[in-house]
């Protein structure tokens, strides 16, 4: 794995919590159908997919909660083990570097 790699992780995880902080922002919206981000991964990069959940005809608004706050806990420590690796790489860079002068 490669920085660009992690940064596109943190790209990626921040749609997942934009869409997510909207969702919860309109939990007391009446008709308000939330969305979902799904989070895939290849060799060369992380991409979301957000996607509009299928309405229920509900008047209430159809966020749920026991969904939405765990997702959020998900992006926190996705975003915080992709930190850690670009901290750990920049770190054996300058370790590199150092035994080459």
């Known amino acids: 794995?490669?920085?660009?790699?992690?940064?596109s992780s943190i790209q990626s995880h921040q749609t997942m919590m934009n869409v997510n902080a909207n969702?919860?922002?309109?939990?007391?919206?009446?008709r308000f159908i939330p969305s979902s981000t799904r989070i895939s991964?290849?060799?060369s990069?992380?991409?979301?997919n957000t996607r509009q959940a299928d309405d229920n005809g509900?008047?209430?608004?159809q966020t749920d909660l026991s969904?939405?706050?765990?997702?959020?806990i998900i992006v926190q420590n996705a975003v915080a083990v992709n930190i850690?690796?670009?901290?750990?790489?920049?770190?054996?860079?300058?370790?590199?570097?150092d035994m080459k002068v």
């Open 41 to 43: 991964g290849s060799e």
């Open 67 to 72: 969904k939405e706050i765990p997702d959020q």
């Open 84 to 97: 850690s690796a670009i901290k750990t790489q920049d770190e054996m860079l300058g370790s590199l570097l």
């Open 58 to 61: 509900s008047s209430k608004s």
């Open 45 to 48: 990069s992380v991409t979301a």
């Open 1 to 7: 794995m490669n920085i660009s790699n992690n940064i």
């Open 23 to 30: 969702n919860v922002a309109n939990v007391n919206t009446d």
